[in-house]
């Protein structure tokens, strides 16, 4: 899932599942697809061409063109971005449905909450890295990600 610019303009976002679960030659993708249409909340707009979306829209089909071949590896970047809380819950939650299901997610955002979903965190700031680091290790000893963070980020 790219943090932009993931999004055809003159396709809708059916096609644009079909279009992602064919490149990745999945089967029985149909179902999948409808599944994620309903709860990423795109029934409105998913006969609509995507130029013809919201930001946080086009972030949401993103998600879901990222998941509908359910791949056994996610490179997610930023699917926060521009979403509203509710659908920050709900790609929260696919995210952590698609750990459950043996897919390895790599994941990278500014929004620290969010990366409490994560086993292990690394920090990149200033051409610095610090990790990886195991984010249960992180919480006991520092209380918050955004306290290690803070430990890690300036050592």
Same mark, same amino acid.
């Given at each position: 899932?790219?943090? =932009? ?7 809708? /976002? ?41 930001? /946080? ?8 063109? @990222? ?24 790609? =929260? ?20 909450? @969010? ?28 209380? =918050? ?11």
């Amino acid at each position: 899932m790219p943090d =932009t610019r993931g999004v055809f303009p003159r396709l809708t /976002g059916g096609e644009h599942l079909e279009l992602a679960a064919r490149l990745h030659e999945a089967s029985d993708w149909e179902g999948r697809a409808a599944d994620l249409i309903d709860r990423l909340a795109l029934e409105e707009v998913a006969d609509l061409p995507a130029g013809a979306y919201s930001h /946080g829209q086009s972030r949401r089909l993103s998600m879901a063109m @990222a998941l509908v071949a359910a791949p056994p590896l996610l490179l997610v970047d930023e699917p926060f971005d521009g979403v509203d809380p509710d659908g920050v819950d709900t790609i =929260t939650e696919l995210l952590i449905e698609a750990r459950a299901a043996g897919a390895a997610v790599v994941l990278t955002t500014h929004l620290l909450d @969010a990366a409490v979903i994560a086993d292990d965190v690394a920090v990149f700031q200033h051409h610095h890295l610090s990790g990886p680091h195991p984010t249960q290790d992180l919480l006991r000893e520092h209380g =918050t990600l955004k306290a290690a963070w803070s430990r890690l980020a300036n050592p």
